[in-house]
Structure formats: C-alpha cells, structure tokens
C-alpha cells in the first residue's frame, strides 16, 4: 500500500494574530523550513509504485503482485564422480563407463492421465537392464520425492507398468524403457511440474551394478475439465470383473483329482488281485502202492463179472498193475510196451524181487490184449490175485505193516495162486 502522509509532514497551524505579534519573525521562519525539510526527505526513499517518475499511488489503487520466490535450490550434488538426488543416486563404478541414454517426456499432460517417459539406453552386449529397466518400491526415498513432486506410479500389476524392449546391434544393444507416470497437482487448474531424475539400474558381465539417472522434465498439467463451461459429474465406469487366486481351491481341486486317479488305480489293482488265478493246492497223491490196491479192490467189487465182460475186467487189472509199475519205479507204465517195461525194471537198483511173476503177468495181459484171447472168470480172478501180490512183493519196506513178522505176502492170509500150468510149467511163483 501506498503509504499515508503522516501528521508530522502536515503543514503547521497558522498562528494566532497575538502571538504572531508577540513573538519575532526570525524563528518562525527557521521552524517552517525544518517542517519542510523533514517531509521531504521520506517522500523521496519511497519510490512511486508506477517506477521512478510514475505517478503517484493512491489509497484506491490495487496493491502491486508479490514479488517472485526465490529460485529453488539444485536438487542434485555431485559426490565422488556421482549424481545424488532425492529420488535418484547416481553409480557408476571405477573403470566403467556410463551408459549412454535418450530421454523425451511430453510437455503437456492432463491430471489423472499417465504421461510416459521414453528412455533408450545404448550398452554393451555383455550389459544387461535389469527387470522392467525400473522398479520403484512404495516406501523408499525414490518414491516419496515423486510423490513430494506431484507424481505416482500405477500399479504394475494392473497392466500399466514399465516396459522394456531390448535390440541388438553391431557394437552392443539398445534397451527401450517406457516408464509411466501419473501427475496429480496438489491445486486445481493449470499446473507446471517437475519430473526428478529416475534411476535407471544396468548390470554389467561382471556383476556390478549402473545406476544412472534420466534428466528434470517439466510439464504443464491442465485439468481434464478445463475446457468445459459447465462440467458435469460422469458417471462411473462399468465394473470390470475381478479375477483373484483361490489358493485353497486350486489346492482341493488338485487333491480330489490326484486323489480320484489314485482310488481308480488302487480299485484296478484290487480287482485285478482278486481276480488273479489262484493256486489252488492239490490233496498230496496217494501213493502207488495204496491207489493201486483201492483200484484192485474196487474191480474185485464190481459187476463186470456177472455181466459177462471178462474181457474189460482182466484189461483193467492189466492196466491198473502197469500204472503202478511206471509210479513206482519212474516211468509212464501206460505208455510203455512189455518189452520196454522188462527192460527197464532189468535196470533197477535193488533189483525187482518179483522180476519173473511180472514178466509172465505181462505176457498173459499182451495174449488177451493183443491175441484176442478170451479170458473166462476164473482167469480173471487169478489175474487180480497176481496183480495184488506183485503190489504186495514191490512195496518198500518201510511201508509195509507186517515187515517186523516176516516177508510181506497177501492180505488176509491168502496164499497167491499157483502159476498156469499151461502157459509156464517150467516157472514157479
């Protein structure tokens, strides 16, 4: 404001005619000159608000604009060969040299809208820019000084992260980064910010690691409204569905799938055991000796005889006695002629005790057999005593019961039957 003339700088009263008479003339003079002379001097250290030599400022004048504030500080120091900044510090380890970058940033953007900055990194073959070329945690320095400068990240999950396009070349490779950001002004209308410097880290062959950082960018955010006359409130846009991992689900439904592959083979497996052949365990053979004797005996009982069929009755005695002969001894009786059987009980060792009644047995059985012989019922009773006493005489000893008494002989006492004198006289049983 401009500022008021003060009551000191008024010009003095007038002096009353008496007084005026009353007092010399002299020292009113050098008072009025000392009232002029120190209204003068304040007048001339204000300058007019207009500039020098501009009029007069008035009490109804506006006020004059604040001046400008003072330029902000620089917002990197060099330390050892390095830029540090709030949002970004600069490495560049001994012996390496510095990646040559390419930056552009849009001038003008809208609040709320993402404006991406464009980095080509130029490197060696053996250089590589790590995932997403950058990565800014939420609570680090990096990310408060963006923050701080009116700038957000969006979430990378969300599809809206930074991209990276690698390119190989002659002397190296190129890698493009496309890194977004969100400017959101603390005040409504027309703002200017500032981008700080991002890092961007490289990690070379040998492990080390590059930070470099991109350059300050400036850019005028308007409102997304701002050229509207009377903006109205939009509605909000459609619900877009939401996917999220049901751990808990994928893990039961991996556990009933794994679960049902195990029960069907288990259920294939079980059915197959059941299902296998089974071994089914056959009565222990009796032995030769006693099968022999029950089949003789069971002959002797049936009616064959009193049918008339002598001929069947002596051909199974025939081939009851041979059957036991291969059992005993090793071979298959039924198979083997005469002249093989003899052949072979001539081998056995101990030797057959009732060697010569078995050969003349076989000869009477190939006569009936072979010769068409009609046997009558009385040979057939002496074919089957004969063949229970070569039963008899060829059973080991430690099977037979009365082997303490004496020589086995024929059950019940009987005595077996003379030989034919017919057929062998010159033979004794």
Known sequence: MTPRRSRACAAPPPASPARSRASSPRPLAWAALAAALACALPARAQPAAGGAGGPAARDDDAPPPPPPPPAPAPAATERGGGS??????????????????QETFPRNGFSGYAAHLEVTVAHGKGETVLPEGFKVQGDSDAARALEKAGFILPEADAGAGPTSTTT??????????????????????????????????????????????????????????ANERDPKVRPNPPPRPQREEWVLAKQLTFGILIGAALGVLVAWL????????????????????????????????????????????????????????????????????????RALLARVRPPVPVLPQIARFLADCDLVKFARLQPTETDCLEAIE???????????????????????????GKQPPPARSSRAPEEAP
Do not use: N
């Not at 969100?182 to 910010?193: D, T, W, Y």
């Not at 062959?205 to 409204?225: F, K, M, Y």
């Not at 006493?389 to 024929?410: K, L, N, Q, S, W």
């Open 84 to 101: 540090v900044w709030a949002s970004c510090a600069e490495h560049v380890p001994a012996g390496a040299t510095r990646p040559q970058i």
């Open 168 to 225: 190989a070349t002659d002397t190296g490779a190129t890698t493009r980064l496309v890194i977004p950001f969100v400017p959101l002004p603390k005040e409504p209308g027309r703002s200017v910010l500032q981008l700080p410097p991002v890092p961007i880290a490289v990690s070379r062959a040998s492990g080390e690691l590059v930070t470099v950082c991109t350059r300050p960018h400036e850019i005028v955010v308007e409102d997304p409204i």
């Open 270 to 341: 079980v059915r197959r055991w059941l299902r296998r052949p089974r071994v089914v365990a056959a009565p222990p053979p009796k032995l030769p000796w006693l099968a022999a004797l029950e089949e003789l005996e069971a002959l002797r009982r049936s009616d064959l005889l009193s049918r008339g069929r002598t001929d069947e009755y002596f051909d199974r005695v025939s081939d009851s006695v041979r059957k036991y002969l291969g059992a005993r001894y090793g071979f298959d009786g039924l198979e083997t002629t005469s002249d093989e059987m």
């Open 386 to 412: 004969r063949g229970e006493v070569i039963v008899h005489r060829t059973t080991p000893p430690a099977a037979r019961p009365g082997e303490a008494a004496g020589p086995a002989g024929p059950p019940s």
